[in-house]
């Protein structure tokens, strides 16, 4: 099983780094953010969580709705991890306010 580790800006629920994207000029940190308890699954949910890695100090995230759900901790972090770098950066952008997603 994999572990799980926090992200920079979790509300205490396990993440999971995804991979690193730019987006307008930015470099962005994906996370599997798991919506249940990994370790106790019926099924696990997760959404995206998108953290500004080149921040001036002030915390720029964006989430997506829960748009994973498997039957496993390893199959929802392997389906996270097989979205390419465009997917990402689409779903990243869909989750910005309309002022910030160009």
Avoid at 30 to 38: G, I, N, Q, T
Avoid at 59 to 81: C, H
Wanted: contains cysteine; glycine residues 6%; aromatic residues 6%.
């Amino acid at each position: 099983m994999m572990l799980a580790r926090q992200g920079p800006a979790s509300d205490g629920r396990p993440e999971v780094h995804v991979a690193t994207i730019a987006h307008a000029g930015q470099i962005w940190d994906a996370y599997l953010a798991f919506e249940d308890d990994p370790r106790k699954p019926d099924s696990c949910r997760g959404r995206f969580r998108f953290d500004l890695a080149n921040s001036d100090g002030a915390i720029r995230s964006a989430r997506t709705t829960v748009i994973i759900i498997e039957a496993s901790y390893e199959e929802a972090v392997a389906k996270a991890r097989s979205f390419d770098d465009r997917q990402l950066e689409g779903l990243l952008r869909s989750s910005l306010p309309d002022d910030e997603a160009s």
